[in-house]
């Protein structure tokens, strides 16, 4: 080493980024500040079956946030009440600033959310392309621009705009699935269990698209089955059980709980 190489600096208290190792998770669910999405002391489920209780979930502007827990949980519940698709019994679910707890999923969007759900997300016999303008059918006019920036967030589907969206792959459906959700440029993109079925290779690429559509700006609030990977990429998360808020923090904080990783990570 020369003499006048750069070495780096000593790391010090206050620029350390490392979780200790004895982190306690907070169970304080609610955010400082403006929200984008606010959800406080939610009931709700399926007819007269009642799967949420007092639920408490904040998404600020422009955040990347995750719910994990265990199956049963109620995690996709959330997501589908947010969206307006289960039956709404108390509480409040507001999108910047107004209530949108007992609309259609048609005036949902319309608000600027999207929703990917995890299974029947395309329609199989249409064209990519007739998927994606699926996605504008509350316009009067297809948005071309906005299909292009879903080909260039999405290479493939423009190679595959013809093909129908039934005979792609798996990772591909998927991509044609969050595009559509995306034609209306969401400030909310909902995402239930992205990586669900497809091969442990696209998983990490699944993750890396989230990832830059977040960075784009979109707040993305998702249920995902590959707890510790979601939690390593979020700004924060949320775990649940039994329908009822159990932890919130930030996705470090909540991977380096001892309790957390032993009950709902798999140690």
Known sequence: MTADAETDPEPTPDDASETPPDATAGTDHAIDGDAILRIRDLDAGYGDLQILSDVVLDVADGEYVTIVGPNGAGKSTVMKTVFGLT???????????????????????????????????????????????????????????????????????????????????????????????????????????????????????????????????????????NAKEALRRCDRGYVLVNGENRYTDRGEMLLADEDVRRDFLGG
Do not use: C, W
Request: net charge negative; hydrophobic share 40%; aromatic share 6%.
């Open 87 to 225: 039956t709404h019994m108390d509480g409040t679910v507001e999108f910047e600033g107004e209530p949108i707890h007992g609309l259609a999923p048609e005036q949902i969007i319309r608000e600027g959310v999207g929703f990917v759900p995890q299974n029947d997300n395309v329609f199989p016999g249409l064209s990519v392309r007739e998927n994606l303008e699926m996605g504008a059918y509350i316009l009067d006019e297809v948005p071309e621009a906005q299909i292009e920036t879903i080909y260039d967030r999405f290479p493939i589907l423009r190679e595959r705009s013809d093909q129908k969206a039934g005979t792609l792959s798996g990772g591909q459906r998927q991509m044609v699935a969050m595009g559509r959700a995306l034609m209306l440029d969401p400030d909310l993109l909902l995402l239930d269990e992205p990586s669900a079925g497809l091969a442990p290779d696209l998983v990490s690429d699944m993750f890396d698209r989230i990832d830059r559509i977040n960075e784009s700006g979109t707040a993305v609030l998702m249920v995902e089955q």
